[in-house]
């Protein structure tokens, strides 16, 4: 059978084929799907947040029990640390079990057909599971609030920004175990451990060690700290401390990254990237 000169068969353009939507389309349909996935198990969510949220209180409470006024004078340092590691944990754990999952339905492989390329993808990913860890740390620190009766300065937008790039590096260790837990299957123990080193971290000695802030979370826990108890707005923080919270975010996230298509890649070469 011939096609007439000069026609075109029915559903094809003379210019080729068109993109029915761009990135702006493919992050919305990613958030979308993410939330839904969620809700759909609320009792799981629900769960999630109530562990969380008993965490705290143990700490809290038998902390006072404990150490009495101690507790209570840095209470507000607690508050802000513990809404940084709800975050930078979600965040973290958050992505790498969305490509566990991804390599385990067999659905890894339909990424890399995409027209927009595997990459996209996963980065439109990260802001999905970023903007979810938002919103329930949120109603964390807000319990944590009226469950120990103290008030926080907040910034709205300096919190953001600051907690945004702090997570940034957390999202590059996430995409590094993303991808070797899809080139050799089974590392949950060391997914798991690199959770606890997030307490450390936070806590870490700033102005003792001031070289700890090159760390991943470290200079954002600190930035953190000030605008929330202190009330200090981005642009009041000194020039080095911005470089270093942006330098740390797009280092770590860049290493991620590269760690990340590096293992991918070797899993495809061996013929293991669907296996699970």
Known sequence: MTVAEGSQPEGIDAGGPTRTGG???LLKAVIYRDLIIWLRYPVNAATGLLVTLIFFGLMFYGGRMVAG???TDTIEGLIVGYFLWTLAQGSYYGITSAIQ???SWGTLER????????GPVILAKSIAVTLRTFLTSAVVLAVMLVLTGQTLALPVVTVVVVAWLAVASVFGLGLAMG???VLYKRINNVVNLLQFVFIALISAPVFEIPWLRLLPLVQGSAMLQESMREGVNLWAFEPVDLTLLVGTAVLYLGLGYGVFLLTTRRARRLGVLGDY
């Open 23 to 25: 990135y702006y389309h």
């Open 69 to 71: 006024q101690a507790i």
């Open 101 to 103: 999952a991804e390599a």
């Open 111 to 118: 990424h890399f057909m995409t027209p927009f390329g595997f």
């Open 179 to 181: 991808g070797l837990s």
